[in-house]
């Protein structure tokens, strides 16, 4: 069965700094890699995902993940921390799509002026 | 409305109450998803509709937890006799088709006393 490890349930950058937030996986199967952000007292929303194609993927607000299957990692990414950005973000897997995602306990991600 | 609407969005039962949560999805979409999030996880996948078939409902937790789809459209999640065990923010998802995409509601929080 697939699963989802999140590094780190809360994250703390400063304005302008590089966010990194990590997320492994493991399945037996070709994973599809997910990542959603969750803003308070809002629904999940999808970031970006990955389906096989390009392993690096870019996502909206200017983050992006890269899939490297050796690492079985999927880390999230944006050069430069807005304050918006703050919120919760939830890695999840699928295998091959066709299965339920399976979600990682989430990071919050914090912004410091 | 475009997106995905749970009602309601604060429900608290006494321990022992049976409860209904609504999922209207977004007009169109075939698949409709549940999940539990109980507070600091990730969500927990319940059940699977395809219109108004229940193709998986591996994740539901006991025979106390029952979910439906009639027309395809509106689906509704019952929890009967309820216990503390049971509160967290109950989640419906909903997508064009499959796992690819999901698109989420803000969530009903659920409180058992």
């Known amino acids: 069965a697939q699963s989802v490890t999140q590094l780190g349930s809360h994250v703390s950058v400063s304005e302008g700094a590089l966010v990194l937030l990590r997320c492994n996986y493991s399945s037996s199967v070709p994973p599809y890699l997910f990542w959603y952000v969750q803003y308070p007292n809002q629904g999940l929303q999808l970031l970006l995902k990955?389906?096989?194609?390009?392993?690096l993927v870019k996502g909206i607000n200017g983050f992006e993940a890269e899939f490297k299957k050796s690492e079985t990692s999927f880390h999230l990414t944006k050069p430069s921390a807005h304050m918006s950005d703050a919120a919760e973000y939830f890695c999840a897997v699928s295998d091959s799509g066709n299965t339920p995602l399976v979600f990682g306990k989430g990071t919050r991600l914090s912004v410091i002026a | 409305g475009a997106g995905v609407s749970q009602s309601p969005r604060y429900k608290v039962a006494k321990r022992g109450q049976d409860v209904a949560l609504r999922c209207d999805p977004i007009?169109?979409?075939?698949?409709l998803f549940w999940y539990q999030q109980a507070l600091g996880q990730g969500p927990e996948f319940l059940t699977y509709?395809?219109?108004?078939?229940?193709?998986?409902k591996s994740g539901l937790p006991s025979d106390r937890f029952f979910a439906e789809r009639p027309e395809g459209s509106v689906s509704t999640l019952k929890i009967q006799r309820t216990q503390q065990e049971d509160s967290a923010v109950y989640l419906c998802a909903s997508s064009p088709r499959g796992y690819e995409k999901l698109f989420f509601g803000s969530g009903t929080q659920l409180s058992v006393l």
């Open positions: 990955y389906t096989s194609a390009a392993t």
């Open positions: 007009s169109g979409h075939v698949s």
């Open positions: 509709f395809q219109n108004e078939a229940q193709l998986d």
